[in-house]
C-alpha cells in the first residue's frame, strides 16, 4: 500500500508558475512509475504526465507539453510537478498517482494506476 499526499496548489495569475509536490509513503517509492492527472468541475479526469520508475522516461499530455515539467527525487520519495505558463484552462484539481504494474509504456489512463492522493486545486486567473 502507498499513501499519495499532493500539496503546492493554489491561485495565480495567468503566465505564471506552481510547482506540485507529491509525497509518498507506505512501500518503498522507487517501483513505481508515477503520473499526474487533473480534473476540471464537470469533467473527467484526464492525463496530464507521466515518469518512469527509473526517472528517465516521460510523456505529457499535448496540452501542457513544453510548459509542465514532471520530475522525482526517489531519496526523498517525492514527485514533482513544475507548471510555467500557466492558463485558464489548466484551472482544476490535480492528482498524482502511482503504477506498480511493469510496462511497456507509461499508462495515461486512470485505470492504469493502482493508488491516488487525494488531491491539489489549482486555479489560474486569466
Known amino acids: 500500500q502507498v499513501q499519495l499526499v499532493e500539496t503546492g496548489g493554489g491561485l495565480v495569475q495567468a503566465g505564471g508558475s506552481l510547482r506540485l509536490s507529491c509525497a509518498a509513503s507506505g512501500r518503498t517509492f522507487s517501483p513505481y512509475d508515477m503520473g499526474w492527472f487533473r480534473q476540471a468541475p464537470g469533467m473527467e479526469r484526464e492525463f496530464v504526465a507521466a515518469?518512469?520508475?527509473?526517472?528517465?522516461?516521460?510523456y505529457y499530455a499535448d496540452s501542457v507539453k513544453g510548459r509542465f515539467t514532471i520530475s522525482r527525487d526517489n531519496a526523498k520519495n517525492t514527485v514533482y510537478l513544475q507548471m510555467n505558463s500557466l492558463k485558464a484552462e489548466d484551472t482544476a484539481v490535480y492528482y498524482c498517482a502511482a503504477d506498480y504494474r511493469l510496462r511497456l509504456r507509461l499508462g495515461i489512463t486512470v485505470s492504469e494506476y493502482d493508488y491516488w492522493g487525494q488531491g491539489t486545486q489549482v486555479t489560474v486567473s486569466s
Open positions: 515518469l518512469s520508475r527509473s526517472g528517465s522516461v516521460t
